[in-house]
């Protein structure tokens, strides 16, 4: 009897060691229920002693200062696709549905650290142990979705070091045209930026960089709130705009949008940075109180720069303002130097996705200084011939959108999310359909979204 109610056995076990887990010698232990386990391991234990580990007023600050870039400045043009009516309703369907699908990614990465008793994890980690959690058949799918995830984020940010750079040359034309009497085409000032560019990604490490980041938060703070001082002054009577515009316009809205408020790049560094992760989730959590101020902010700059400017509203409303005005002037110069200062932080992320995957082979180990310099030189030759090509501003902006931030921050947060719970979820669980919907939407912004802003490019490059 006292065997029976024992219930012991004799089987290898598994132990945890560090971040993964080492096999231990035969032992007897009792069987407890799987849930039991995982109750027993507190994963942000060890978070609360980091000497570094951020707190939440600093993980909202870093959240809304990543959010907070060029996309801000294309809201107007946004509106313009979608009409002022239209355009707040979809606003906040973006928001909260970016928001939502942020935070699936969190919950998921906290199911996991209890799962393989970890007490954080990237992205693409949360992808591959997701998919490994899963049923049998989506198990194969594990390393590919790390291989995407690492492309698709690649080209997010090497095509937003394209985007800054185009903005930059327009801010310089924008000024320099009202001096001089000969007009430059936009492509001789983004060739004329390059070698400041290659300049300021030889700067080594992201401590280094620091002092350039601060100096961009600053230049944007100020340029922001000039260029809301001169909208207002510009604005025109609600009769006078669309209410709602065509519907062939919509996906270039929603393009637009989702590359400005996605943040799905910077939500597991964050996270994982942050003394109190479970304070990032929850009602009133980091993540909600963050993404609400934004889409907010983000709604007032697209209703009123399109209440402003109307049909002439340009892909960066800072292009509307009166270029005879000094501090319009003024507003150009801010905003190109810290659009200037954030390439740096940009372009730091996609060097260090191929810098990873070369820096072991044998000839980059013998000189890695050597081919690392060189690799940064030739990335950004790269992006800024990319600029040159197509010097579009909101096609380029809502190709990035559409394409990436579609994938990355709708699609495959949802998919996650479906895999890990898989037992849980059935076909008359609210969620399945739910993140069906989330899918379908990610879908649509992609395929339509796409389709338009290359229609875009291509009818801007033919002209």
């Known amino acids: 009897m006292e065997k029976e109610d024992a219930k012991v056995v004799e089987m290898e076990t598994f132990l945890p060691q560090g971040n993964g887990y080492s096999t231990q010698s035969p032992s007897k232990y009792k069987i407890q229920p799987m849930d039991a386990r995982l109750e027993d391991y507190d994963p942000f234990k060890e978070r609360a002693t980091l000497p570094k580990g951020t707190t939440d007023c600093e993980t909202l600050t870093h959240l809304s200062k990543a959010a907070l870039g060029s996309g801000i400045l294309a809201m107007g043009v946004a509106f313009r696709h979608s009409g002022l009516a239209l355009g707040c309703a979809f606003m906040i369907l973006v928001g909260l549905v970016c928001t939502h699908c942020a935070y699936l990614l969190v919950a998921c990465a906290h199911e996991l650290y209890k799962r393989k008793r970890v007490s954080h994890m990237t992205f693409s980690e949360v ?17 590919p979705s ?30 320099a045209d009202f001096y001089w009497t000969e007009e430059l085409d936009i492509r001789f000032y983004i060739l004329f930026l390059l070698p400041f560019l290659i300049l300021l990604s030889y700067i080594p490490d992201y401590k280094r960089l620091a002092p350039v980041s601060m100096l961009a938060n600053i230049c944007v703070f100020v340029g922001l709130c000039i260029t809301l001082y001169y909208i207002i002054g510009d604005l025109k009577p609600v009769s006078e705009r669309k209410m709602v515009a065509e519907y062939t316009n919509w996906p270039s809205f929603f393009s637009i949008s989702i590359f400005a ?22 009602l009133c959590g980091v993540l909600n109180r963050g993404m609400s101020g934004l889409t907010l902010l983000y709604m007032i700059f ?30 150009q110069v801010l905003i190109g130097i810290s659009l200037f200062c954030t390439f740096g932080l940009q372009f730091f992320v996609a060097l260090e996705i191929v810098w990873d995957i070369i820096k072991n082979t044998k000839r980059c180990s013998k000189r890695p200084r050597l081919y690392n310099y060189t690799l940064r030189t030739v990335l950004v030759i790269l992006a800024v011939g990319l600029a040159a090509a197509v010097p579009a501003i909101s096609p380029f902006i809502g190709l990035i959108g559409a394409f990436c931030f579609s994938l990355l921050g709708l699609v ?49 490059y033919t002209n």
């Open 127 to 143: 992808s591959v142990e997701g998919f490994k959690s899963g049923p049998q058949w989506c198990r194969m799918f594990a390393e």
């Open 146 to 175: 790390r291989i995407a995830i690492q492309v698709l984020v690649f080209i997010t940010y090497f095509g937003t070091c394209s985007v800054y750079t185009v903005i930059v040359a327009r801010n310089i034309k924008y000024v």
């Open 261 to 282: 408020i996605e943040t799905i790049g910077v939500v597991m560094p964050l996270e994982n940075n942050m003394k109190t992760p479970k304070h990032f989730l929850g």
């Open 302 to 331: 697209g209703f009123l720069g399109y209440l402003a400017y109307g049909d002439e509203t340009e892909g960066s409303i800072t292009l509307n303002l009166d270029k005879a005005s000094i501090p319009a002037q003024i507003v």
């Open 412 to 460: 495959l947060p949802s998919i996650i999310e479906s895999v890990i719970f898989s037992e849980r979820f059935g076909f008359t669980d609210w969620r399945t359909y739910k993140n069906g919907l989330i899918i379908a939407f990610g879908l649509f912004a992609l395929i339509f979204g796409s389709k338009a802003s290359l229609e875009e490019i291509v009818a801007i």
